[in-house]
């Protein structure tokens, strides 16, 4: 494949994301030998499809959120027959439901954290599960609108007042403990990561800030834990039937002592390729460049038809 168009920018909470992550591959692409069309997707669809036309080789999918990561950009390119970059239309759909997700997960047997759906004016009246929990939209990435409600909070009305994140949400229980990430590429699971921040957890501006967190690679946990989170992120990649790259993020509960509780939160599409992002880094670790990451999805990238 020579000629890549790469698909960023997008119309979710998560463009910014998206636009720092497709600069970066645009020029890794062009790095590893590619001819390289960078299409800023917009509300205009119209405009994207006649920017693919004439076809590329493949595209390199780097939007992120809505849209871009939940199979309705994938759909349109199996329709079109190019080839693209991620997992496919049903497990960019699974994944990005965060309840359709933990059922297959609850299926597959994986260690996921108590919680349900709820209506989210319900919130402005009571406490849904015993504090502290976490609220989250059910279709939203990079821990767009993720709230924590802790002992003595009092912020739970506001919550509901300022959610704009459909009637929906989802309550889980917090999982107190270390933040640790892993991703997979094919078949393999490259590493385990461990986040701090000094944001009081790994939020919004943590994740794309300079210096909004730290990383170790690899993490310093217990080898049985390690072991264990290599194995369920290949697994969740596998049960939603995802290709090329994911991320897996977990919370770990050592707090009585290791190797303590490993809960899987969720399963990332479309990881991050920002100057922050976790991913690359796996990747790294493992001798393997920006630009050889990058392509090895576009040599990897795949369509239904």
């Not at 871009?68 to 390119?77: M, N, S």
């Not at 501006?205 to 290599?230: E, F, N, V």
């Amino acid at each position: 494949m020579t000629t890549v168009a790469v698909l960023y920018g997008g119309i979710s909470a998560e463009r910014e994301v998206s636009l720092s992550s497709g600069r970066q591959v645009i020029a890794a692409l062009r790095e590893a030998g590619y001819h390289v069309t960078g299409i800023d997707v917009g509300p205009d669809l119209r405009a994207t499809l006649a920017a693919l036309d004439p076809a590329p080789d493949a595209v390199f999918n780097a939007l992120h959120g809505r849209f871009g990561e939940d199979g309705a950009i994938q759909g349109v390119l199996d329709w079109l027959g190019i080839p693209y970059t991620h997992s496919g239309v049903r497990a960019s759909a699974l994944a990005m439901d965060k309840a359709a997700a933990k059922a297959v997960f609850a299926a597959a047997g994986l260690p996921i954290a108590r919680g349900a759906i709820v209506d989210i004016a319900a919130l402005d009246h009571a406490d849904p599960m015993p504090l502290p929990y976490v609220v989250k939209p059910v279709n939203e990435g990079s821990s767009v609108g993720v709230e924590i409600m802790r002992e003595g909070d009092n912020r739970r009305a506001a919550v509901a007042a300022a959610w704009k994140f459909g009637p929906e949400a989802m309550v889980e229980e917090y999982i107190p403990g270390r933040e640790l990430t892993v991703a997979v590429m094919g078949d393999r699971a490259l590493a385990v990561t461990e986040i701090g921040s000094s944001h009081g957890f790994y939020d919004y501006d943590a994740k794309y800030a300079a210096g909004g967190s730290h990383h170790t690679i690899p993490a310093q946990i217990h080898a049985d834990t390690y072991a264990q989170a290599l194995d369920v992120a290949l697994a969740a990649h596998r049960a939603l039937g995802c290709r090329g790259a994911t991320r897996s993020d977990f919370r770990y509960d050592d707090t009585a002592g290791e190797p303590g509780r490993l809960v899987l939160l969720e399963v990332n599409t479309q990881p991050g390729l920002t100057p922050t992002s976790l991913l690359p880094e796996q990747a790294a670790h493992h001798g393997m460049s920006f630009p050889q990451l990058c392509a090895w999805m576009v040599e990897n990238a795949t369509c239904r038809a």
